[in-house]
């Protein structure tokens, strides 16, 4: 992930919205042959805070050290971004949150939030007369093997944790996990809601096929989308034939790199997700790994 960083801040520097890039790895390897537009590079965090001024440092490192890097950062009044989860610990998360300064600017990397789609299914499910929609299902399935120290809650299912409360207009907690089957590549889960809303997250690596589907539905209306291919479907009771929903073509990496450079004029400092979605989303986790 943290490639896929550099290549969408490069990007945003051609176009003039980034001054200056800096990459930090411990591995010196990592470090060879780094595209031109780079400015410098460094082995240790430590110096590069020390010898660059930064608005915002990007955390794409194993979810274990993600807090002790933010934490160093912060000190220092820079804004962060850091890769899902947060931290890998609830205690830990909520002594990080408690002790961060008011004017920072943290971002968890919920990618799917800035999915042009699932942009468009959020403003639809919070119009004043929209219809309630109480089923979630989530399916991510990939043909890849499972990277070195992932894990199908923390890297998979994650990210359907936090969307489902938005889309469901209702908190994690409120959910109770009626099925949770776990394997080294795969989770299953279905969770119910107090309001009668139904989950379902299924995820997986070395699946037979590449599978990215959100649909959200009740009521006899459905909203489908496919996350990899930009495709969104409305079916609607009464209406005979579904409508394509038109989606931009930005990629969501690049939309939330843009909200994050728009968002260092917010002076006031926030967090995205909220505390309370961050703290619940460490809570369920710590209790169902």
């Known amino acids: 992930w943290g490639r896929r960083h550099l290549a969408t801040l490069l990007q945003l520097k051609a176009e003039g919205r980034i001054s200056n890039l800096y990459v930090c790895d411990i591995d010196p390897d990592q470090l060879q042959l780094l595209p031109e537009g780079v400015n410098g590079f460094f082995t240790s965090l430590t110096n590069m805070l020390e010898e660059v001024s930064m608005d915002i440092l990007a955390i794409a490192t194993p979810p274990e050290t993600h807090i002790s890097l933010a934490t160093q950062a912060s000190k220092m ?3 962060i ?5 947060l931290g890998t610990d609830y205690d830990e998360t909520i002594a ?11 971002t968890v990397g919920y990618l799917l939030r800035h999915h042009s789609g699932i942009m468009v299914m959020r403003g639809h499910v919070l119009a004043e007369d929209a219809k309630p929609l109480n089923q979630f299902l989530y399916k991510r399935r990939t043909k890849r093997s499972r990277p070195r120290g992932a894990t199908p809650l923390e890297t998979l299912a994650i990210h359907a944790l936090d969307l489902c409360p938005l889309l469901l207009k209702s908190p994690l907690a409120a959910f109770s996990v009626s099925v949770l089957t776990i394997t080294r590549d795969s989770a299953y ?25 959100l649909i959200l539905s009740g009521g006899g209306e459905e909203l489908q989308l496919d996350f990899g291919t930009n495709n969104l ?5 009464g209406i005979q034939h579904a409508a394509a929903v038109v989606l931009g073509n930005e990629q969501p990496l690049y939309q939330e790199w ?7 004029k917010n002076t006031s400092g926030f967090l995205l997700p ?8 460490a809570l369920w986790l710590a209790n169902h790994r």
């Open 189 to 213: 889960i279905e969770m119910e809601g107090e309001g009668g809303q139904h989950a379902i997250i299924d995820v997986a690596w070395g699946a037979q096929e590449e599978v990215r589907q």
């Open 258 to 264: 843009r909200y994050l450079l728009a968002s260092l």
């Open 96 to 106: 990080f949150l408690d002790a961060l300064p008011a004017t920072i600017n943290l």
């Open 77 to 79: 009044g820079i804004h």
């Open 81 to 85: 971004l850091v890769e899902k989860p």
């Open 233 to 237: 479907v409305h079916r609607q009771p």
């Open 274 to 281: 909220t505390r309370n979605e961050l703290l619940a989303q």
